[in-house]
């Protein structure tokens, strides 16, 4: 017998506390056999967020940081401008990275730091119990939008990838999705895109995933699949947004 | 073709993604057991019908499957 798959190495044991059919656990193995496959596990370093990635440090087995809300790229400069050598992440979702830390993830991409966020985006703050994030769709009723996201009270949900591929600094930047198989698979290429950015020392690289939170959105993990695909992709499309990896 | 598909049953969640994603309808939550979370496992009805195409582990959460080929 040959093995098609199996656990990469670079996820612990640990059984991760996600609740069932969640994204993250799906963007967390992602992550790590991009780790195994690019062979740079014994120098990676991650930034783990605040929010249900918080125990990220229990899963991924590299050296791990737990920074404060939304301040893991300015923590994650730090890092790699001491030790340039080391490959350093961040993982981070849309409450952590698009509202209290959009000022840090924006001077980041800003002054070209080579480092790589994985930037996870579920439409929600979902470890506090669902509040209304700045990605939240039109409509998409939260615990602090019971009614649906009123546009007019607070605005349209933002595009982050887009954003960050304006600004100079960014050297890679691509959207994806865990909704289907396809789709995950394309996933990990663009995670290990934005690994490749920072080994080849080209500047910030940013991917953005559309994930799912089944427990806040009130869907089963199948309808919570069904519900990237149908309602978040037609809003945030998915692709490449920026590449200056070949410059 | 001969396969395997292992599911590491106390370690799964009952999510059901494996079953929404393996293109053989071959794979279902059990309707007998629990594991030791509390949780159906998934398990795989028709073994000798898997085609090893990974798509059930690659959209497990939990990565508890492991898929083998002769
Ligand atoms: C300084 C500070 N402000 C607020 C909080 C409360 N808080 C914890 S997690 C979170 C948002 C989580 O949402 P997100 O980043 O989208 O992560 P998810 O759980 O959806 O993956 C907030 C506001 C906090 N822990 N620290
Ligand atoms: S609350 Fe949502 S994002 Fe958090 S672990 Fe549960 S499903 Fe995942
Ligand atoms: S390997 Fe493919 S065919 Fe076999 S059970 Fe998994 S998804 Fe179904
Ligand atoms: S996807 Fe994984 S956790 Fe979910 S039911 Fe299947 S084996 Fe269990
Ligand atoms: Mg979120």
């Known amino acids: ?247 | 073709m001969v396969s395997k598909v292992t599911i590491d049953e106390n370690r799964c969640k009952g999510c059901g993604l494996c079953v929404r994603a393996c293109p053989k309808k071959i794979m279902q939550l059990s309707k007998t057991k629990l594991n030791e979370k509390g949780y159906h496992p998934a398990e795989v009805i028709d073994q000798g019908a898997c085609i090893a195409c990974a798509s059930c582990a690659r959209t497990c959460p939990d990565a508890v499957i492991t898929v083998e080929k002769e």
């Open chain 1, 1 to 247: 017998m040959t093995t098609v798959f199996k656990k990469t190495p670079v996820l612990t044991d640990t059984v991760m506390h996600y609740c069932p059919g969640c994204g993250h656990g799906i963007v967390h193995r992602l992550v790590a056999e991009v780790i195994e496959e690019l062979g740079i596990q014994d120098r990676t370093i991650g930034f783990v967020p605040v929010g249900c990635a918080v125990f990220g440090y229990k899963y991924f087995a590299v050296d791990c940081v737990e920074a404060a809300h939304g301040r893991a790229p300015a923590a994650a400069t730090g890092c790699k401008r001491v030790n340039p050598n080391n490959v350093v992440f961040t993982y981070q979702g849309d409450g952590d990275l698009a509202s209290i830390g959009a000022a840090e993830i924006v001077h980041a991409a800003h002054r070209g730091e080579k480092i790589t966020t994985i930037f996870i985006n579920n439409a929600i703050y979902g470890m506090t119990g669902g509040q209304m994030a700045p990605t939240t769709l039109v409509g998409q009723k939260t615990t602090t939008s019971p009614y649906g996201r009123d546009p007019e009270h607070c605005g349209k949900p933002l595009r982050v990838a887009e954003m960050i591929a304006t600004i100079e600094g960014a050297a890679y930047v691509e959207r994806v999705s865990v909704d289907s198989v396809p789709n995950i698979i394309k996933a990990k290429a663009a995670i290990k895109k934005a690994f490749q950015c920072q080994l080849d020392g080209k500047g910030f690289a940013l991917v953005e995933v559309l994930s799912s939170c089944p427990t806040n959105w009130g869907k089963s993990p199948a309808e919570a699949m069904d519900w990237i695909k149908s309602d978040m992709i037609p809003y945030y499309p998915l692709g490449v947004k920026k590449d200056r990896t070949n410059e």
